[in-house]
């Protein structure tokens, strides 16, 4: 069994900082994307950063309201997924996720789609 667990989330100022740390956990032997998503309250889940480490080579995207500000990096080694947050902002309050997609577990298993449970931002004065 594969699952993500999320730490580093907590209360910020305006212009403040966190990192945000997922660590993947169980029989991996590759995971094609980690990515971070949001949910704000009575919002949609949304895409805040990716990262492929596929065939098809490395790279990482960003939603447009967080470009400059946030950083994804990931380490394949600990099967970890990192998003550096600078320069927070109010509307970038709400709950963050993990997620990986296209975890190959073994020459059997594959899961396309696994999540994180979630761990809380809280931007304010």
Do not use: H
């Not at 889940?45 to 990096?73: C, M, Q």
């Amino acid at each position: 069994q594969v699952q993500l667990v999320e730490s580093g989330g907590g209360l910020v100022q305006p212009g403040g900082s966190l990192r945000l740390s997922c660590a993947a956990s169980g029989r991996i032997a590759r995971i094609d994307v980690m990515g971070w998503y949001r949910q704000a309250p009575g919002k949609e889940r949304e895409l805040v950063a990716r990262a492929t480490s596929g065939t098809s080579g490395d790279a990482t995207n960003y939603a447009d309201s967080v470009k400059g500000r946030f950083t994804i990096s990931r380490d394949n080694a600990k099967n970890t997924v990192y998003l550096q947050m600078n320069n927070l902002k109010p509307e970038d309050t709400a709950v963050y996720y993990c997620r990986a997609e296209g975890t190959i577990a073994s020459a059997w298993i594959t899961y396309p789609d696994i999540w994180g449970q979630g761990t809380l931002v809280t931007v304010s004065s």
